[in-house]
């Protein structure tokens, strides 16, 4: 009876144990979970993630199979694009426990947030900032849920080498965002061996005018590259195309190359004012790449009834909306695994007592970095593709339009992704295909560049304000075929110019020089003492009949002779006639003479050795003569038809065989080079 008893009050305590527990789990999911979201309200991409967010709010709100009861309450605060009002604005979130913060925009802010964020344990989403030096290292609570500038620049690098341009000018605005940005390109420009010629930074201020940035640019265009990258901030980027317009940069032979910035304002604020198109004609532009998808038109044709179609929407608004349903599918996650939502002080802040600033309300919360790693660990398709995140927390399968602005709106001339590289196909139609980045297979449509023409710009000219080499060119007396100056011009000609010239044309980037003559006119330079002036720095380099010699080679590079015929013997060539009798010219007479008496002598040695034996040699005397001379001749076609019998004929006739062989194949041979080859003659 007591077994009974004790049984059924440990059974009566389990079942309160589990059923305490379940109700634990349950009330661990509160009925609202507050998230804030920080950026610029009033700027290009503020505006729409603005509408965006609270949108994907509601329609997280409005399905109960995410969250199952819980509710989404957004708090959203304005950095005006100061980083100390961000800081500021970050803070406060702390008063309305906030588990979560989609934001900043900035990456000058997201660099300020991302400390507050690593403090307080809170994860923050960022939808826009795109500076690659955002790592996770240095940063573990800082998620990007859009592409980095890393991958951006890597596919400008690719179009910049798929035109064979090797040089570019780079113009960025000098804070966190452009000055970063513009470091990647360099480091993805220098893998395709090209390079970043001249970069100009532009304070991020509004102090900026239009003289200031007027004077950028006639610094640019005395350069030599007329590739150039704009990696600004959208009311900085127009005034620079306008200025380019003014001062005639957006003509022929330019290319001007526009990162996301441009789109963002073209896919949100479409159409623009015609003087504002007409200053961006023929640029090129990047977007973050989105997969058209139903739900993705659905959205877009929702966004247009929503906003009266006075707001476009870009790849950043998709980002923020997509951001809020990555929290909602990580919190639900989140609570599945028990987590809760509580948060505790921060025992190294110092007692807020005689303060004003309360460093005491700053708390942590608990639970931030399960919520993180369900954060990292989604896979979830939204509307600008699949969600998921590598082993470097950047979103997989980064992936950019290329596109071409043309009349009143622009083109899309092909794709890049991190995965085949340049192409015209969609990116999502070569995720199914092994990857391919065989130059073959790197292509795009046919853009319109500025000035309104189709044909590539080389992407060079001539610097106005570059140094000229000076090339040393030896003023010869003698051999004058192979460099001389022009009488009464400063010009030179000859063989050794020619090669000079061609070698410059082939080289895809400009090079100024000028011709110094070296020597008086009279009498060939010393060409040891032109070498001398090339280590001592009075000239850059040296054209003409240089012999490449040892001592020389020890202070200079050479080219690759061009020029080299050793020892030689120059003698007049003996032109030789062909006529009826040219068959006679292989051999001379008395050669001739001895082949036929060596025909005689073994017609007759056979003979001899043959007639008592073989009655082919036998027969009247004017028989046995004649048999004697056609034998002999007939051994010349190999055609003899007199069988020999005895062994020393047979040895005999064998040796000549051989010699008649020999004969043959000297005649064929000394009669072919008559006819083929030109006969040198010589008394010497």
Same mark, same amino acid.
């Given at each position: 009876?007591?077994?009974?008893?004790?049984?059924?009050?440990?059974?009566?305590?389990?079942?309160?144990?589990?059923?305490?527990?379940?109700?634990?789990?349950?009330?661990?999911?509160?009925?609202?979970?507050?998230?804030?979201?920080?950026?610029?309200?009033?700027?290009?991409?503020?505006?729409?993630?603005?509408?965006?967010?609270?949108?994907?709010?509601?329609?997280?709100?409005?399905?109960?199979? $995410?969250?199952?009861?819980?509710?989404?309450?957004?708090?959203?605060?304005?950095?005006?694009?100061?980083?100390?009002?961000?800081?500021?604005?970050?803070?406060?979130?702390?008063?309305?426990?906030?588990?979560?913060?989609?934001?900043?925009?900035?990456? +000058?802010?997201?660099?300020?947030?991302?400390?507050?964020?690593?403090?307080?344990?809170?994860?923050?989403?960022?939808?826009?900032?795109?500076?690659?030096?955002?790592?996770?290292?240095?940063?573990?609570?800082?998620?990007?849920?859009?592409?980095?500038?890393?991958?951006?620049?890597?596919?400008?690098?690719?179009?910049?080498?798929?035109?064979?341009?090797?040089?570019? /000018?780079?113009?960025?605005?000098?804070?966190?965002?452009?000055?970063?940005?513009?470091?990647?390109?360099?480091?993805?420009?220098?893998?395709?061996?090209?390079?970043?010629?001249?970069?100009?930074?532009?304070?991020?201020?509004?102090?900026?005018?239009?003289?200031?940035?007027?004077?950028?640019?006639?610094?640019?265009?005395?350069?030599?590259?007329?590739?150039?990258?704009?990696?600004?901030?959208?009311?900085?980027?127009?005034?620079?195309?306008?200025?380019?317009?003014?001062?005639?940069?957006?003509?022929?032979?330019?290319?001007?190359?526009?990162?996301?910035?441009?789109?963002?304002?073209?896919?949100?604020?479409?159409?623009?004012? %015609?003087?504002?198109?007409?200053?961006?004609?023929?640029?090129?532009?990047?977007?973050?790449?989105?997969?058209?998808?139903?739900?993705?038109?659905?959205?877009?044709?929702?966004?247009?009834?929503?906003?009266?179609?006075?707001?476009?929407?870009?790849?950043?608004?998709?980002?923020?909306? =997509?951001?809020?349903?990555?929290?909602?599918?990580?919190?639900?996650?989140?609570?599945?695994?028990?987590?809760?939502?509580?948060?505790?002080?921060?025992?190294?802040?110092?007692?807020?007592?005689?303060?004003?600033?309360?460093?005491?309300?700053?708390? $942590?919360?608990?639970?931030?970095?399960?919520?993180?790693?369900?954060?990292?660990?989604?896979?979830?398709?939204?509307?600008?593709?699949?969600?998921?995140?590598?082993?470097?927390?950047?979103?997989?399968?980064?992936?950019?339009?290329?596109?071409?602005?043309?009349?009143?709106?622009?083109?899309?001339?092909?794709?890049?992704?991190?995965?085949?590289?340049?192409? $015209?196909?969609?990116?999502?139609?070569?995720? /199914?295909?092994?990857?391919?980045?065989?130059?073959?297979?790197?292509?795009?449509? %046919?853009?319109?560049?500025?000035?309104?023409?189709?044909?590539? @710009?080389?992407?060079?000219?001539?610097?106005?304000?570059?140094?000229?080499?000076?090339?040393?060119?030896?003023?010869? +007396?003698?051999?004058?075929?192979?460099?001389?100056?022009?009488?009464?011009?400063?010009?030179?000609?000859?063989?050794?110019?020619?090669?000079?010239?061609?070698?410059?044309?082939?080289?895809?980037?400009?090079?100024?020089?000028?011709?110094?003559?070296?020597?008086?006119?009279?009498?060939?330079?010393?060409?040891?003492?032109?070498?001398?002036?090339?280590?001592?720095?009075?000239?850059?380099?040296?054209?003409?009949?240089?012999?490449?010699?040892?001592?020389?080679?020890?202070?200079?590079?050479?080219?690759?002779?061009?020029?080299?015929?050793?020892?030689?013997?120059? +003698?007049?060539?003996?032109?030789?006639?062909?006529?009826?009798?040219?068959?006679?010219? @292989?051999?001379?007479?008395?050669?001739?003479?001895?082949?036929?008496?060596?025909?005689?002598? $073994?017609?007759?040695?056979?003979?001899?050795?043959?007639?008592?034996?073989? =009655? =082919?040699?036998?027969?009247? @005397?004017?028989?046995?003569?004649?048999?004697?001379?056609?034998?002999?001749?007939?051994?010349?076609?190999?055609?003899?038809?007199?069988?020999?019998?005895?062994?020393?004929?047979?040895?005999?006739?064998?040796?000549?065989?051989?010699?008649?062989?020999?004969?043959?194949? %000297?005649?064929?041979? %000394?009669?072919?080079?008559?006819? /083929?080859?030109?006969?040198?003659?010589?008394?010497?």
């Amino acid at each position: 009876m007591d077994a009974i008893r004790f049984i059924s009050c440990l059974f009566l305590f389990c079942l309160l144990f589990s059923t305490s527990g379940y109700s634990r789990n349950v009330s661990s999911r509160p009925a609202v979970v507050n998230i804030g979201a920080i950026f610029t309200f009033e700027s290009t991409i503020g505006r729409v993630a603005k509408i965006a967010i609270q949108e994907a709010v509601k329609d997280v709100n409005a399905n109960p199979s $995410i969250l199952h009861g819980t509710k989404l309450k957004i708090y959203m605060r304005n950095t005006n694009c100061s980083g100390f009002l961000g800081l500021a604005e970050a803070l406060k979130f702390t008063e309305n426990d906030v588990i979560a913060i989609i934001g900043p925009q900035s990456s +000058v802010v997201a660099h300020i947030i991302s400390h507050v964020a690593n403090e307080l344990q809170v994860p923050l989403l960022s939808f826009a900032a795109t500076d690659p030096t955002l790592s996770s290292l240095q940063f573990p609570f800082f998620v990007r849920t859009t592409q980095s500038d890393l991958y951006q620049m890597a596919a400008i690098s690719e179009v910049v080498d798929h035109y064979g341009w090797k040089q570019v /000018t780079a113009i960025f605005i000098d804070n966190d965002y452009g000055r970063n940005g513009v470091s990647a390109l360099g480091d993805r420009l220098a893998e395709r061996r090209c390079r970043i010629s001249y970069k100009v930074g532009i304070p991020p201020n509004s102090g900026v005018n239009r003289s200031d940035i007027m004077d950028i640019l006639v610094k640019v265009a005395l350069m030599e590259s007329r590739v150039v990258i704009v990696h600004v901030d959208p009311g900085i980027g127009f005034e620079i195309f306008s200025v380019a317009n003014h001062l005639e940069m957006m003509g022929n032979g330019w290319v001007w190359i526009a990162t996301d910035w441009l789109l963002s304002v073209l896919d949100s604020a479409s159409p623009l004012p %015609s003087d504002t198109m007409d200053s961006i004609q023929g640029v090129l532009a990047f977007r973050q790449h989105t997969p058209d998808s139903d739900r993705k038109r659905a959205f877009s044709s929702r966004w247009h009834k929503l906003t009266g179609g006075s707001l476009g929407l870009h790849s950043y608004g998709l980002c923020a909306y =997509d951001s809020v349903w990555l929290i909602a599918h990580a919190v639900d996650a989140f609570f599945n695994q028990g987590g809760i939502i509580s948060f505790s002080n921060d025992s190294r802040l110092p007692s807020g007592e005689g303060s004003s600033l309360h460093l005491e309300a700053l708390s $942590i919360f608990d639970d931030g970095e399960l919520l993180l790693n369900n954060i990292l660990q989604s896979d979830l398709v939204g509307l600008t593709g699949r969600i998921k995140f590598g082993l470097d927390r950047s979103l997989i399968l980064p992936a950019y339009d290329v596109v071409n602005v043309i009349g009143t709106g622009f083109r899309r001339i092909g794709y890049w992704s991190n995965y085949s590289g340049l192409s $015209i196909m969609p990116p999502e139609t070569l995720y /199914t295909k092994p990857p391919n980045r065989s130059s073959a297979n790197q292509k795009l449509y %046919s853009a319109i560049w500025p000035g309104d023409t189709l044909i590539t @710009p080389r992407g060079w000219a001539f610097a106005n304000n570059g140094k000229q080499l000076r090339i040393g060119v030896p003023i010869r +007396v003698s051999f004058r075929e192979f460099v001389s100056q022009v009488q009464g011009t400063d010009m030179f000609k000859g063989f050794c110019i020619d090669v000079f010239t061609a070698a410059v044309s082939l080289l895809p980037y400009p090079v100024q020089y000028q011709f110094i003559p070296f020597g008086g006119g009279k009498e060939n330079p010393s060409y040891t003492e032109l070498v001398n002036k090339i280590t001592t720095g009075f000239f850059d380099a040296a054209v003409g009949d240089i012999a490449i010699v040892t001592n020389r080679t020890k202070t200079l590079d050479f080219t690759q002779p061009y020029v080299a015929s050793g020892l030689v013997v120059v +003698v007049p060539f003996r032109k030789l006639n062909s006529g009826a009798w040219a068959f006679l010219r @292989p051999f001379s007479a008395r050669m001739w003479i001895v082949t036929a008496c060596f025909f005689l002598v $073994i017609g007759l040695v056979v003979w001899i050795l043959e007639h008592r034996i073989n =009655d =082919d040699f036998r027969g009247p @005397p004017k028989r046995q003569v004649i048999t004697i001379l056609w034998f002999s001749l007939s051994t010349l076609f190999f055609a003899h038809r007199e069988n020999t019998m005895s062994s020393l004929a047979r040895f005999v006739l064998l040796i000549w065989l051989f010699v008649v062989l020999i004969i043959n194949s %000297s005649y064929t041979a %000394s009669l072919t080079s008559i006819f /083929t080859v030109q006969q040198l003659s010589s008394p010497y």
